[in-house]
């Protein structure tokens, strides 16, 4: 129901935006021939709203109330160009010099304001009125577009809307600031209920909200106020945050999902290291490790979250060690091997020098006694005779 609720409001919201901005404070220009001025009607091309020239210098639009001197007025224009442009106020009246050309304002060039043709263009002029050309005059009655230079053309400029504002900018700026509050208080809203979503759905619903109040200020943040400027980007962090939060969620349910093999392995690295070196120990460990791992790394693969890939990647890190374990105990092995070989050949060796001593005793013993024996033997002899 909430979520059916937000999509309402956001809804209505966006057919709020769909309508001119500022309707209140802007007056549209109709784009016909009635309010044509400098170039006839012949020179234009007029279709569906919207007027077209090409290779003509300026052309300018009547506009429906004077601009005195000093006062300040916004020009909202839409449309497309294949060539770079200008745009001023045009002095009401005539002068021997400019005839009925004067320049009444500051000048506005697209290409100093973000415009590069050819290409669409949706901009807001600000344009004060003065005696720019010191003809005399006292007000303007006429906005002028004109080619970037005077002896060069416009080429295909199309306007599609033409509206003026007798406001300054930064009442307009303000203007759009407010008129596009509501958005950022749905988005702020969805942020919220983000955070405090305990499903998926919950957060899907807030991101849906979110995203749909980036998008309408979105729409009016090509006009470049930076109130405007500000507003989306804490519209976009908003959403990026949701996402994150998403994203958060459905990685930490992936995680529970794999913990489980994450412990097999680092068990598995206890289990090689306390083996010493019994070799097939270890080399149990390292294999059910192995498969863990690999587990893991599908898992990592079939969904991209930092954290999943960051756990396969230090699992893939003990495995190598486990492997490097299994080494060290095949060495410890073979070194153990060695010594007890080395071990049992001193002990034969040490053994037959007791055997070969024993029988040097033995061999010395009986000699002695042989000799003794016969001493004996002699000595009798002669004391017989």
Known sequence: MKRIIALVLALALAMTMAMPVFAADEIEIPLDADHLDL?????????????????????????PEMVDMDQTVVIHIKGTSEGDFRAWLLGAGTSEEKGSAATFSNQWKASDNGFTAPAEFEKYIELTAEDFDSQGFTSANRVNFKAPSYDSTLVNF??????VIYAPMSEVEGNAAEELQPFMDQSNAALE?????????????ALADAQ???????????????????LLKAANDNVKAINNAITNAASAAVMESIQSYIDTVNNALETAKAAGSDVAAVEAALAEAQTACDYVEGVANDNNYDSVTSAS???KL?????ESVLEDSKKQKADEEAAAAK???E?????????????????VVVVVVVAVVVILGVLKKKKKK
């Not at 209920?193 to 619903?205: E, F, Y």
């Open 39 to 63: 170039i006839s009607a012949d020179q234009a091309t007029f279709a569906d709203g919207s007027v077209t020239v090409n290779e003509i210098n300026q052309f300018a639009f009547l506009l």
């Open 158 to 163: 199309t306007l599609t809307y033409l509206g």
């Open 193 to 205: 209920a983000a955070n405090a979503a305990t499903d998926d759905a919950g957060r899907q619903a």
């Open 212 to 230: 749909a109040a980036a998008d309408a200020i979105a729409e009016k943040a090509t006009l470049g106020f930076p109130s405007v400027n500000e």
């Open 313 to 315: 990647r230090e699992l």
């Open 318 to 322: 003990t495995v190598r060690e486990i």
């Open 343 to 345: 071990k049992a050949a």
């Open 347 to 363: 002990e034969e060796a040490a053994a037959k020098r007791r055997t070969t001593t024993i029988i040097i005793v033995v061999v």
